[in-house]
């Protein structure tokens, strides 16, 4: 399994069928709205179109210089989504990434796409000199866990958050 750098803004990867990871446009707003919603309601989210309009706007923004994103597609089709954020942390002098969102489409599971936007999201973290590069998913991702069990490992953190104010 291995991204192939096309060019510094695409990656390719072989696998069952041709997957190449690309960072999200703004021509991309029509394939990137479903496949986060779709993202969103695995996690039993929904989110006013105000969040969709903001995050896809910060997403191409090139202003914006910590949130980021690749779309993977299969030919025409675009079958999954990454999002990740480069951000400082007080154990370390470079910044890290943290990998936000992750969904490949149900009829692309199983077929390398996940471990490729993971892959891409490694390679802009190490380009960015921001290699730790780490990420949190509900207990009952059960497939998700099997691939991050193979492409990460996981830590003994516990997430807990503010209640809402």
Known sequence: MKLVRLESAKMTWKSEFMIEIKPITADDRGVWTPLWRAYLNYYETTLPDAIYESSFHRLVDPRTSSYHGFLAWDGADAVG?????????????????????????????????????????????????????????????????????????????????????
């Not at 490729?116 to 960015?128: G, H, M, P, S, T």
């Not at 998913?137 to 809402?164: E, H, M, S």
């Open 81 to 165: 989504l990454v999002h990740y954020i480069f951000h400082m942390h007080g154990w370390k002098i470079e910044p890290v990434t943290y990998l936000q969102d992750l969904y490949t489409a149900p009829n692309a599971r199983g077929k390398g796409v996940g471990r490729a936007l993971i892959e891409a999201v490694y390679a802009a973290a190490d380009a960015e000199g921001a290699p730790t590069v780490y990420w949190m998913t509900q207990d009952f991702n059960a497939a998700g866990r099997r691939l991050y069990d193979k492409v990460g490992n996981l830590t003994p953190f516990i997430k807990y958050q503010r209640p809402n104010p």
